[in-house]
């Protein structure tokens, strides 16, 4: 399935979805998502992960430079008790300093946004948000 050096997560989920190409993913998070992936222990669908600065402009308030800009940043689709399992399994991992939850709407547009970014002017972390 892949052509990333992440076995479990492939190039078209990760690289920026405007089709600039770029897949831009940070080798330390990845690490950690694979780590996540093993203990989830079932696939982890990828809804949005490197984001360029103009294609974040666009799909975020987050603007040019937002989370998915860093490459320290993913989406996954989930909901329900999955999504109450990954979120167990991510806080006991520890490394995750952003947690986003977005658990209204139609199960299938639901999704859980974790990152490691570092804390620093205007974006405090540890933090958690809700969309
Ligand atoms: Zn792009």
Known sequence: M????WPHFSEAELACHCGCGRQEMEDSFMTELEKLRTAFGQPMVVTSGFRCPNYNMQASHTGPCGPHTTGKAMDIQISGADAHRLLTLALQQGCFTGIGVSQVGPHNT?????????????RPRPTVWTY
């Open 2 to 5: 892949t052509n990333t050096p």
């Open 110 to 122: 639901r999704f859980i946004h974790l990152d490691t970014i570092e804390p620093s002017p205007g």
